[in-house]
């Protein structure tokens, strides 16, 4: 996990520190939890740590969906290198930008003398390094305090990070962390143990937190490790002897920040923000009850996806969650470093939805799924990269059980069954990547036929999901928007039919009701000014569809960004305009209908007075008379 997992005392039991130190694995750090209690204070949590969990915390009280639960401001943050132009260095806003003529620089940043070209650069910008873009003057001095310290050795980042084959960022994110270093000890000297935590006006998490983290640095190998030394070595001897960082700090400093940034998507465009309490307190879950986002300025927000009871544990996901087990697994031990052992992983998986992630159905019943328990478990990366064979080895002699019939097969024969859809898959979407989408589109619905409608893969397979999720893009980019609402329904029944593959109001199969919600309502509008029949009768079929969609979307995104966010504001305008367009066209139809009932009324009103007119009128009938009226006669 990102998190340290070495033991670790309750910060609500000092008492117990005698006892772990006598344990020589609790020898090696003793966290000092005390200095992030004051995170109880403005937040609904308690701040735990266990020698078999390390730190964690818990919710204080009953917590609806959408509640704060932490607000954090990066320590360090950097924007990705192909954001590295378009939003500010330090409050992460878009930037503007202008044209000018300069001379020419080569790959590795340095001038071609006699050349110039014309290049479009951020309106503001620091002229010395040429590699932190501002948003306005204001921007810029204020970052000034961080950024001179790291000027120089910005400059020729890229020529160190090229000559030692190390990764840019990772050179940036270390500067970053200087910077953030040198303006903690100038503006907040000693602060670090007495940060004060704020639900507003936050400020960021100090340097020496982040150096509780865990470097992970047993995961580089050798080679890596020594390049990385060499590249800071270069790097630092350009940092001004104040602001400076010993080699060995430098090293576990890149390290933390490598193995424990967040990604956040920030006015568009992707920042790497290291955030210490978050990383350390809010453990990964495969079934998580929170999520995180990053807001404009490049704050960490975590707040509940569903309803919380007290005293639980709250969790946070760190890979995508509608995947099978150990394609995730696989994902954080490449980028976290660590072998999932969460609850929904840890369950055996003929008891678990991970089942159907990647599943196969039995050749004989056609009704269950084959299982295979995997028992293999990796915990050094390099094992996994050099040594693939090891998983193949794990699967030689193996069966695999249907779980609804008697049937058997040999777990090779799945694979096999296996590498062939993936292979499928692999073709329909290159041709989508090379930019034939009829192309792709027809292969995709092929996979289907052969896949689905053969009953080859569970419908709940990846590979599956994931082919519907392309056709929405490809029939929205041909204009076949009804084939990509349906498909679009597909996905959203898929997504949320695999019971415990994804929590509720899960920002995935969020964004699809708002797909789902968007394009129904473009097509009522559509099908309503069609004026026929038949026209009227599709959009009232999309306007039902798209008001549940709409307000599923409102209910998740209310939840995961706030109420007041622009993304929920950006679903609330779309509810609004289905209400406008959903009262005019019950109007426009009611009217109608009741000019076609008095049209009908006034028709057979004139048939039956015409009736009346051509019909002659009865015979009179004469008043009997009375004795007295009636002559008298004679006896004769």
Known sequence: MAATTEPTVDAHAGDNATQASKKKKAKKVVADNTKYLGAETVMPILVKSSHAKGRYVVSSKELSAGTLVTVEKATAGIVRNQSFVNICHHCFKTVGSKTQTRTKLDDQGNEVAGQTERVTVPAHSCDKCKMAAYCSESCQKEHALEHDVQCDALAKSNAIAAEYRVPLEHLRSLLALVGRRFADDKNMPGEGVHYKYAATDVRPTPYSHALDLNPNRHYLDRSATKNMQQALKDLLALVPEAARISLPEAVEAACIFNTNHHSLVVSGQQVLGLFPFSSLYFQHSCNPNCMYVGETDGTLFIRTMTDVQANTELTIPYVELYQPREQRRRDLLMTRHFWCKCRRCSTLLSNSVDRLMDGIQCTECKRGVM????????????????????????????????????????????????????????????????????????????????????????????????????????????????????????????????????PE??????????????????????????????????????????????????????????????????????????????????????????????????????????????????????????PAQQPATSAA
């Not at 009701?513 to 309503?528: E, F, N, R, T, V």
Request: proline residues 4%.
């Open 371 to 502: 299982i295979f328990e995997e028992t293999k478990e990796v915990q050094d990366i390099n094992e996994l990269i050099t040594d693939m064979s090891a998983l193949d080895q794990e699967i030689q002699g193996k069966f695999a059980e249907c779980e609804a019939c008697p049937a058997k097969i040999e777990v090779t024969k799945l694979v096999d069954v296996l590498k062939a859809a993936i292979t499928d898959y692999s073709e329909a979407h290159m041709a989508l990547q090379r930019g034939e989408v009829t192309r792709a589109r027809q292969l995709m619905e092929q996979y289907l036929r052969n896949y689905e409608d053969k009953q080859v893969l569970n419908p709940y397979n990846t590979y599956l999901v994931n082919t519907y999720i392309s056709l929405i893009q490809v029939c929205s980019q041909l204009g076949e928007i009804d084939r990509a609402i349906r498909y679009n329904a597909i996905v959203i029944e898929r997504m949320e039919g695999a019971q415990g593959a994804t």
């Open 505 to 626: 109001n899960y920002p995935r199969v969020a964004e699809y009701h708002m797909s789902m919600g968007d394009m129904c309502l473009k097509q009522a509008k559509l099908k309503a000014a069609n004026q026929t029949p038949a026209g009227r009768s599709m959009a009232r079929k999309y306007f039902k569809d798209a008001k549940p969609a709409l307000e599923r979307a409102f209910k998740a995104r209310s939840a995961i960004y706030g109420k007041d966010s622009p993304r929920a504001y950006e679903v609330k305008r779309l509810i609004d305009e289905y209400k406008k367009e959903h009262d005019e066209f019950v109007k426009t139809t009611e009217k109608k209908k009741i000019s076609k009932k008095q049209v009908a009324a006034a028709a057979a009103a004139a048939t039956a007075a015409t009736a009346a007119a051509n019909t002659p009128p009865p015979p009179a009938v004469m008043p009997a008379q009375t």
